[in-house]
């Protein structure tokens, strides 16, 4: 099961889109980074760098 999944598994209630955002990224994200840009205390951008890695 995904972090998104477990994270509405109720159902009872959507996510914001912001968190949805975050939770994706993770869930595909194998290596990487992810960076949140905040605005007066509000999360406004996602940038996610994606590594990938190659055996010797």
């Known amino acids: 099961m995904s972090t998104v999944e477990e994270a509405a598994k109720d159902g009872s209630e959507q996510l914001p889109r912001a968190i949805q955002t975050v939770l994706e990224a993770l869930d595909k994200l194998k290596f990487g980074a992810i960076q949140l840009t905040v605005h007066e205390g509000r ?3 996602v940038d996610v760098t994606e590594r990938h890695r ?3």
Do not use: D, F, G, K
């Open 43 to 45: 999360l406004v951008q």
């Open 54 to 56: 190659y055996p010797n």
